[in-house]
């Protein structure tokens, strides 16, 4: 609908001018697509600093959690003796009481949890974990682009669908890693952000007027590509978006950005990838047990998600929400009331394709001292490329593996069958 | 026009007479004479050698340059700027900003990693913009920011910002026009470094040989058996360090080496690390968890247990190697010359380079001297980093930055925050990655924002040429402004543009996605469109 109003009042009428957006030729020229299909979007979070997995996905069935953690662990279900207890699951694990945004999620079997995953890599320095796990090469330190960016320099999901110069969005003020490499993609803090900063329509005219000029360098492209997306969005109108009846987003940032990518998901702008972060996971001290930062943090990220897929409503059959954090944290709390960096963590894959009925993923390792990894943390059992690779395979449609995630061969088997097709 | 007339044949006059100069006594030797054929070969005018040295050996003109360019020549300003004499400018700059005499450690104690507050960052970062905006010896600025890139740390990693102000103050700087192998050295041992990329706790894996206890005379004790400290957990060999050393710092990524050689450069660094750890303290090599082993690295036996010169030796290799020449000359090619570096030109660099022994002023001088450098399609060819582009604009405009962090603030959103790449590799050099749909808008609206007075340290008042041409009539303020900031190099589109504020080929289109607009009105209008134009966002 937009995507038509963009058509025939911008680039188609370039196109037959002879004038065509770089974005144009360059699809036309550098892509491979793999399949036709409708537009399908994938949103990844990331919580950076390392969520403490054990608080956010509780395994309130291990005797050694409680154990482990004096002050720390999250009541089971059964005995929680007037606190806030785990919001149970499967009798096993459970959902930080904070996180009951998530439950409703869980009973309409759009969330998929998967615990005891994260990066073979031993590093436990965030910078190290973090980007290994943005450019998909653990261990890999001189790998140059993000694996989302690989993602969109070889494939595209929808044959039948037109260019966008909003295909890839990341709601932050700096292209993030994950993002880094040669396809285009557009970085922002706000919606409002992007447009010509002055007075009148005069000047951005002229501006206009400078750009397009028939020339095809790069700045000249660019230029042209960008006052396209300015028309798209404009024609989009996102500043007129409501929420639908009923959703609210959290007032912080990290609501404000996730209802922002709805924003640009429901106008029709063609959003393939997009992109948020949100801080403050680094709990070395004080991270408080049911209540506490910790606590406050998981409220935020929860009600943020789970406003965003009743907003999305039927568009989540087409959207894949995948959360992941760099590392887990210790198992034993440490002396200052919070944890230390540790090792395997849990991710949350959130779409309205999940394979079978709500079931929590992954081996679960155990917490036995003999179990722990280095002695000391979650021990791993699902690699995150396991989780990308399908994610990216099944939803996105993504062929070349090797390219996405290169050094890494484990086979479809080894999957976790999360979701169908 | 006009006005350019006068400087023109006087200059022709200079640059021939500079051949006939150089042509003669020192025809004898080959590599003058490519010198010399160079100056009679250059494909651009006079003006577009003045634009063109000033955007590639400066970070573009301040008002006056392009005056004393011509006046003194072209290739007298060159040879000034590539022997700057910078020790008096130190001293003005450090009683400036005293932030530059920090040490990690001061910094450390001042602002304890616990309370999360870095104001010396943003400080650092504004300073390094302050001094490429300001500082006269423009070369210098350059090159220091292509080897704060080549060796790139990432202050976001832990620790490591701590480390950045003596690493820009005491390694890269002093460093940035000498001897490659005295740069490499003095990275390989700094906290940055060392912290940024592990090698700080690379120790000999167990089982291996190391060294006694004392640095001194370690090698006369000979050989002890690895003893698991018993401080904290023991990892063994790391070798993020010794990766990129070969793969980003010396031989580059075709350079023909292998993973054997990465474990082995790995292997001769271990022990070098830092006196006080994550405190960082200086370089110290801790003959103890060096692996005294023998290694064969890039084919060449290193016998075992020479301790810390086994490290030294093996910087000296690849300092020397013919493939860092050539990857070396290769990146600085990109830098000054084009996107798509000259085969030859870059052959011509690398042996500069090898016969110079790594000498970084020499190996620009063969590339900013060559007719490849003064080639036609060199010029324009380069797409402006954001950094590039404020600073241009500040010089542009005779801005003074405030020297508060608020100022390299505008170079972070525009995409490249100083000390703010994550990878080792640095950011980007080909104009490809700095153009995108969102990094287009965000450089029009910075040219906005500087008209609109609205970027700190920039004032349109206080530009000398401001109250000047806004007593002229509008044509000659069109003509003003594509003078003073885009060198009068502009298509005539542009030009027709700035004047009428329509194009005149889109009229002819007759598209109706452009309504037609009004001449823009007012100098800031003018000074706004200009910076936002296609053409300076090249340089």
């Known amino acids: 609908m937009h995507r038509r109003v963009f058509l025939k009042g911008g680039a188609l009428s370039l196109l037959t001018l002879g004038l065509s957006p770089s974005f144009l030729q360059r699809t036309a020229l550098g892509m491979s697509l793999p399949r036709a299909a409708r537009g399908k979007t994938l949103i990844v979070l990331f919580q950076r600093g390392a969520a403490d997995a054990l608080n956010v ?27 806030l207890g785990a919001i149970d699951l499967d009798g096993f694990y459970g959902l930080h009481p904070a996180m009951a945004a998530f439950k409703p999620l869980w009973d309409q079997g759009l969330l998929a949890p998967i615990h005891a995953v994260g990066s073979p890599s031993a590093t436990r320095s965030h910078f190290d974990a973090q980007d290994y796990m ?106 007129q978006y409501q929420p639908r009846a009923g959703v609210s987003y959290p007032r912080s940032p990290f609501g404000q950005r996730l209802l922002q990518i709805a924003q640009l998901i429901k106008a029709g702008v063609g959003l393939e990838v997009a992109f948020a972060d949100v801080g403050g996971w680094d709990t070395h001290v004080n991270q408080g047990a049911a209540e506490g930062q910790l606590a406050n943090r998981l409220r935020d990220f929860s009600q943020s998600v789970a406003a965003l897929v009743t907003d999305l409503g ?108 | 026009m006009p006005r350019l007339i006068p400087f023109v044949a006087p200059l022709l006059l200079l640059g021939v007479l500079g051949c006939r100069y150089a042509s003669g006594p020192l025809a004898a030797n080959p590599d003058r004479t490519i010198r010399a054929a160079s ?44 022997q700057p004499a910078p020790d008096s400018a130190q001293q003005r700059w450090r009683s400036r900003f005293p932030l530059l ?175 006080q750890g994550a405190q960082g303290g200086g370089f110290v090599f801790r003959p103890t968890v060096h692996d005294a082993g023998e290694k064969i690295i890039l084919g060449r036996r290193f016998p075992a247990g020479r301790g810390q010169a086994e490290g030294d030796a093996v910087l000296d290799l690849l300092a020397r190697h013919p493939k860092t020449a050539t990857f070396i000359a290769t990146k600085l090619l990109r830098r000054f010359v084009s996107d798509t570096p000259p085969p030859a030109l870059v052959t011509r660099a690398a042996t500069t380079f090898l016969e110079t022994d790594g000498d970084i002023r020499e190996t620009v001088r063969t590339i900013v001297t060559s007719p490849e450098f003064f080639a036609r399609r060199a010029f324009h060819a380069k797409v402006k980093s954001p950094f590039e582009l404020v600073v241009s604009a500040m010089r542009a405009l005779d801005a003074d930055p405030d020297g508060t962090s608020r100022t ?51 004032r349109l008042a206080s530009w000398p040429r401001a109250r000047e041409l806004a007593a002229l009539p509008r044509e000659a303020q069109v003509d003003g402004v594509i003078h003073e900031l885009l060198g009068g190099f502009v298509s005539p589109d542009t030009r027709e543009v700035l004047r009428t504020g329509t194009n005149p080929l889109l009229q002819r289109l007759a598209t109706d996605s452009l309504p037609a607009a009004d001449a823009p009105r007012g ?15 090249r340089r």
């Open chain 2, 408 to 458: 390299a603030q505008v170079v972070s959103r525009l995409g490249q925050p100083l000390f703010g790449h994550q990878a080792p590799n640095g950011y980007p050099e080909t104009g490809e990655a700095w153009m995108n749909t969102g990094a287009i808008l965000n450089r029009i609206n910075f040219g906005l924002l500087v008209a609109g007075g609205r970027v700190p340290g920039v």
């Open chain 1, 134 to 239: 943005e450019t998909g090469t653990p261990d890999r330190k001189g790998t140059a682009d993000g694996w989302l960016n690989r993602y969109l320099a070889v494939a595209g999901t929808c044959e039948a669908c037109p260019p966008t110069p909003f295909r890839a969005v990341s709601m932050t003020p700096q292209t993030p890693r994950i993002l880094e490499g040669t396809s285009a993609v557009v970085a922002m803090n706000a919606l409002e952000e992007f447009s010509i900063r002055s007075s009148g329509n005069a000047a951005e005219r002229r501006l206009e007027a400078l750009y397009r000029t028939g020339s095809a360098d790069v700045v000249h492209g660019s230029g042209t590509d960008m006052f396209e997306a300015l028309k798209v969005l404009r024609a989009a109108n996102p500043q």
């Open chain 1, 314 to 421: 039927d568009r989540m059959e087409d959207t894949v929400i995948l959360t992941c954090s760099e590392f887990g944290r210790t198992v034993r709390q440490n002396g200052t009331g919070g944890t230390d960096h540790g090792h395997a963590g849990a991710m949350f894959v959130i779409g309205g394709t999940l394979n079978g009925a709500p079931r929590v993923h992954g081996r679960w390792p155990g917490l036995a001292p003999e179990q722990l990894y280095e002695g000391r943390d979650l021990a791993l059992t699902t690699d995150f490329r396991a989780v990308f690779s399908e994610v990216a395979t099944r939803h996105l449609g993504a062929r070349d593996l090797s390219r996405l995630f290169p050094g890494y061969d484990a086979p479809a088997s080894s999957w976790l069958g999360l979701l169908s097709g």
């Open chain 1, 57 to 83: 996905l509780v395994p309130f069935g291990d005797p050694a959690y409680a154990a482990a953690r004096p002050q720390l662990a999250i009541a089971s279900p059964a005995r929680r003796n007037g606190a």
């Open chain 2, 39 to 82: 100056a009679t070969t250059r494909e651009q005018t006079a003006d577009e050698q003045v634009y063109h040295v000033l955007h590639r050996l400066a970070f573009g003109p301040r008002p006056g340059d392009v005056q004393r360019v011509r006046s003194i020549g072209v290739d007298a300003w060159m040879a000034e700027q590539l």
């Open chain 2, 523 to 537: 100098l800031a209008q003018l000074v706004g469109l200009a910076l936002g134009s296609p053409e300076f966002q």
């Open chain 2, 101 to 275: 005499t920090a040490t990690s450690t001061e910094l450390l104690n001042a602002y304890p990693p616990t309370e999360r507050q870095y104001p010396f960052l943003g400080e650092l970062s504004a300073i390094r913009l302050t001094r490429a905006v300001r500082s006269p010896y423009q070369l210098e600025e350059v090159l220091v920011d292509f080897w704060h890139n080549h060796f790139n740390v990432f202050a976001g990693k832990d620790r490591a910002r701590y480390f950045l102000v003596p690493y820009d103050a005491r390694v890269i700087r002093p460093y940035a026009m000498g001897r490659f192998r005295d740069l490499l050295g003095a990275v390989a041992k700094s906290e940055a470094m060392l912290y940024y990329l592990d090698n700080w706790q690379s120790v000999a894996d167990s089982g291996r040989p190391v060294l006694g206890p004392s640095r001194r005379g370690a090698a006369a004790r000979g050989i002890a058996t690895a003893m698991p400290r018993p401080t904290a957990r023991r990892r063994g060999l790391n070798e993020n360090y010794a990766r990129e050393l070969l793969e980003l710092h010396t031989l580059g990524v075709d350079g023909g080496y292998t993973q054997e050689d990465v474990i082995n450069v790995a292997r001769a660094l271990t022990g070098w690390t830092l006196a």
